[in-house]
C-alpha cells in the first residue's frame, strides 16, 4: 500500500488550480500557491530567504514568505525564461495584467497589461522560437513574452481561454500549443498554425501533457480522459467536480499515469492506457492543487497534492515490489469480488432461462397459455428493433424544430422503456423513456435537439415484452448522428442568401455528394446526373443554406452563418484530404457590422484622447493651485 512519505499543514488556504513549484535560485524547489486578499505564499523549507520588495515574511520563524499582488490572481506558474541561468520565474496573471516576478532577488521582471485577461499560463518552448516564452491565454487570444517582456508571439482563438499545455504532439521534435477553451474545443497550435482541433462536450477546464504524443484533459461536468494526439483513449465522468490533473509515474513503471484531484477531496491515479484506478487516496477538503519536484532533495521525484485548507501531501514513485499493489485493496481480492459478482447476475439470468423451458415443457395438454407466456418475457423468436431518424420542422410540435428518433418493434410486443447515452445532447448525456402502462405501444419518439453541429453516437438500449410481462429482453444498437442533422432538405423554392463561400477543388461531384449524404440527416441519399445544386434550411433559425458545385470543380456555399461555412468547409476539405485550399468569402452583412465597431471604437477613441487631454489640463491647473496654496501659507494669506 501506497502512503505519503510527508504531510505540512500551511495554515493558508489555497485557490483552486493555482499551485506550482519554482526553483526560483535554481536548486531548492518552493511550493507557490496562490491565497486569499490577492496574495501568494512561497514554502521554502530548505533555506530562509531574506524579505523585501513585494515579499513579507509570514511568521518570525516561517518558512512560508508572502507576496503581495493586491488584485485579484487568475492564474500562477513557474519555469525558466531566461535559459542562461537556469533560475525559474514566477509568473502571475490577474484579469488586468501579468507579472513575471524574480523570488530570489524579490525584484518584478516585467510587468504587462493584458486587456484580454490572463486565464490560463505555460513557460515552454514553442517551436521554432529561439527563446522560452510565458503564454498568456485570454479572452479569444494568446500571447507571449520572453524574458525580458518582450511581444514575440500572439495569434487568436475560438473563444476565452481555459487551460493551456506544451508537448509535442506530432512527435516533429518540436513542442506544439495545446489549448481548452469555453467553446468546448481543444485546439493544437503550431506556433500560430491550428494543425488539430478536437471537440468535446464541455468547456475544457486542465490539460497536462503525459508521454509522447498522449495528453490528459478535464470538463467541467465532471469528465477526465487522456487523447493520443486526436483519438481519444478512454474518458470517465463523475458527479464531482474535477479540480486539477497532472502525469506522474506512480507505480514506477516507467510510463506516467493520470493524477486527478476531485472536488470531494478525492485524489485517484488512473492508467493512462485504460483509465483503471491503481491508487486513490482522499483529503478532508477539496483538491487544489497538484505538482511535483523533488521537494525533499534526495534525489527523487515527489507528487506533492494540496488541498483548499492548506493540507499538503507529498507521494514517491512505489518501489519495484510494490507494483501492482499500490491501494490498501489486494488486486487478486479485487479480481474475485468482480469475478463472483459476475457469476451471480450470470447465475440468476441462467436461472430465468430454466423457469422459462421448464414452463414451456410442462405436461399441460394445451401447452403453454397465451398469459403465460406473456408473464415470463416470452417474445417472438424474430421480433427486431428498428430506429428511424429525421428532421422535425416542428411547426406543429411544442418542442419546435428538432431531429426525431423513432424506436419499434417488428411486431405486436411493447417497448418498456428506452435509454439513450449520447455525449453533449442530454443533461447528464443520458436519456430515459418510461411510459405510463396505459401508454405502451410498439413505437415511441424520442425528440433530440443537438446544441451545436457535431457528430454523436447514439448509443441505444430497448426493454421489449408483452404488456404483461414480468421479464423484458433488452434490445441494445448504436445510431449514429450526422454532423449537420440540424438542417432539413428544402423542396420548394427559397431565397438565395447574400453571403457565399467560393473554392476549387479537383475532385468529382459524386465525392462532394457522398460527403453530403453522410454529414446530412436525409431520408434518401441525393443523386445528381450533371450539376450539384441543393438547398438545406436550418432548424436553429440561420436561414437556407445552399451548396452548389460546377463540373469543373467550383464550389459555392450560401449561407447567412459565417459559422457554418466554415464548419462546412473544413468538413469537405478533411473529407478530400486537402490540406490547403484558397477560397473567396463574401459577407457583406458582416463587413457592415464590422464597419460600425470600428466606427464606434474611432469615436471612442477620440473622446478618450479628450479626455486624457483634459485630465492633463487639470493635473497642470492642480499642480500650479498647490504651489500657490503653499505660498499663501507661508505669507500667512489664508
Same mark, same amino acid.
Given at each position: ?397 411544442? /418542442? ?43 413505437? /415511441? ?87 450539384? /445544386? ?105
Amino acid at each position: 500500500m501506497l502512503v505519503p512519505i510527508f504531510t505540512l499543514n500551511l495554515n493558508h488556504k489555497i485557490n483552486p488550480r493555482m499551485v506550482c513549484m519554482g526553483k526560483y535560485d535554481g536548486i531548492h524547489p518552493c511550493l507557490t500557491c496562490a491565497t486569499t486578499a490577492g496574495k501568494i505564499f512561497i514554502h521554502n523549507p530548505h533555506m530562509r530567504t531574506e524579505r523585501t520588495g513585494r515579499m513579507q515574511a509570514a511568521g518570525a520563524d516561517s518558512d512560508l514568505s508572502l507576496l503581495n499582488i493586491n488584485q485579484n490572481i487568475s492564474a500562477l506558474t513557474a519555469g525558466v525564461l531566461d535559459e542562461k541561468s537556469q533560475k525559474e520565474t514566477l509568473l502571475v496573471g490577474t484579469q488586468t495584467n501579468i507579472l513575471a516576478y524574480d523570488v530570489e532577488k524579490n525584484s518584478d521582471l516585467f510587468y504587462k497589461d493584458t486587456p484580454d485577461g490572463a486565464n490560463a499560463l505555460c513557460i515552454g518552448r514553442l517551436g521554432t522560437i529561439e527563446s522560452p516564452l510565458a503564454i498568456v491565454g485570454g479572452n479569444c487570444s494568446l500571447q507571449g513574452y520572453d524574458y525580458e517582456g518582450n511581444d514575440s508571439f500572439w495569434t487568436v482563438t475560438g473563444d476565452n481561454v481555459c487551460s493551456l499545455s506544451m508537448m509535442d504532439f506530432n512527435s516533429d521534435g518540436s513542442n506544439e500549443l495545446v489549448v481548452g477553451s469555453e467553446d468546448y474545443d481543444i485546439r493544437v497550435f503550431k506556433e500560430d498554425e491550428i494543425i488539430a482541433e478536437m471537440t468535446e462536450t464541455e468547456i475544457v477546464t486542465c490539460l497536462c501533457a503525459m508521454q509522447g504524443s498522449r495528453f490528459g484533459y478535464s470538463l467541467a461536468n465532471g469528465t477526465v480522459g487522456v487523447y493520443d494526439r486526436t483519438a481519444r483513449y478512454w474518458r470517465i465522468k463523475s458527479k464531482n467536480q474535477v479540480m486539477t490533473i497532472d502525469s506522474f509515474d506512480l507505480d514506477n513503471d516507467g510510463v506516467p499515469e493520470l493524477i486527478t484531484g476531485w472536488s470531494n477531496g478525492k485524489m485517484d491515479a488512473r492508467s493512462d492506457r485504460t483509465g483503471e484506478v491503481i491508487f486513490k487516496d482522499n483529503f478532508n477538503n477539496a483538491i487544489a492543487g497538484i505538482t511535483q519536484g523533488d521537494y525533499r532533495m534526495d534525489g527523487k521525484q515527489q507528487l506533492i497534492a494540496c488541498s483548499t485548507e492548506g493540507e499538503v501531501r507529498g507521494y514517491q514513485s512505489a518501489d519495484t515490489g510494490m507494483r501492482g499493489n499500490l491501494m490498501d485493496t489486494n488486486i487478486e481480492q479485487e479480481a474475485i469480488r468482480e469475478l463472483s459478482q459476475r457469476k451471480q447476475n450470470l447465475l440468476l439470468e441462467l436461472r430465468n432461462y430454466e423457469e422459462n423451458t421448464k414452463a414451456s415443457q410442462s405436461e399441460r395438454p394445451s401447452g403453454l397459455g397465451g398469459l403465460d407466456s406473456a408473464q415470463m418475457g416470452i417474445i417472438p423468436a424474430n421480433t427486431q428493433l428498428q430506429t428511424t431518424l429525421f428532421v422535425n420542422p416542428g411547426i406543429e410540435h411544442k /418542442h419546435g424544430p428538432h431531429v426525431e428518433l423513432v424506436v419499434t418493434t417488428t411486431n405486436d410486443t411493447v417497448i418498456k422503456a428506452v435509454l439513450i447515452f449520447a455525449e453533449g445532447i442530454f443533461e447528464g448525456e443520458c436519456h430515459v423513456l418510461h411510459p405510463a402502462l396505459n401508454d405502451l405501444t410498439n413505437s /415511441h419518439s424520442v425528440v433530440i435537439k443537438p446544441p451545436k453541429d457535431a457528430t454523436v453516437d447514439l448509443h441505444i438500449k430497448a426493454f421489449v415484452g408483452c404488456k404483461t410481462s414480468m421479464q423484458f429482453h433488452v434490445f441494445e444498437l448504436t445510431r449514429q448522428l450526422p454532423k449537420f442533422s440540424m438542417y432539413a432538405l428544402c423542396t420548394g423554392p427559397v431565397p438565395d442568401p447574400q453571403s457565399s463561400v467560393t473554392f476549387q477543388v479537383n475532385e468529382r461531384i459524386n465525392r462532394v455528394l457522398m460527403w453530403v449524404n453522410q454529414n446530412f440527416l436525409l431520408q434518401d441519399d441525393v443523386i445528381c446526373d450533371d450539376v450539384l /445544386h441543393i438547398i438545406f434550411m436550418s432548424t436553429r433559425g440561420s436561414g437556407p443554406l445552399l451548396i452548389h458545385m460546377e463540373t469543373n470543380g467550383q464550389v459555392l456555399i450560401k449561407t447567412a452563418d459565417m459559422d457554418l461555412a466554415g464548419e462546412i468547409v473544413q468538413g469537405i476539405a478533411a473529407f478530400l484530404n486537402i490540406e490547403d485550399l484558397q477560397s473567396t468569402v463574401d459577407f457583406p452583412n458582416e463587413m457592415e457590422q464590422l464597419q460600425t465597431v470600428l466606427v464606434q471604437v474611432d469615436e471612442y477613441h477620440t473622446v478618450r484622447q479628450k479626455l486624457t487631454a483634459e485630465m492633463a489640463d487639470h493635473s497642470n491647473l492642480i499642480r500650479s493651485l498647490v504651489v500657490r496654496a503653499e505660498d499663501a501659507r507661508i505669507m500667512g494669506d489664508m
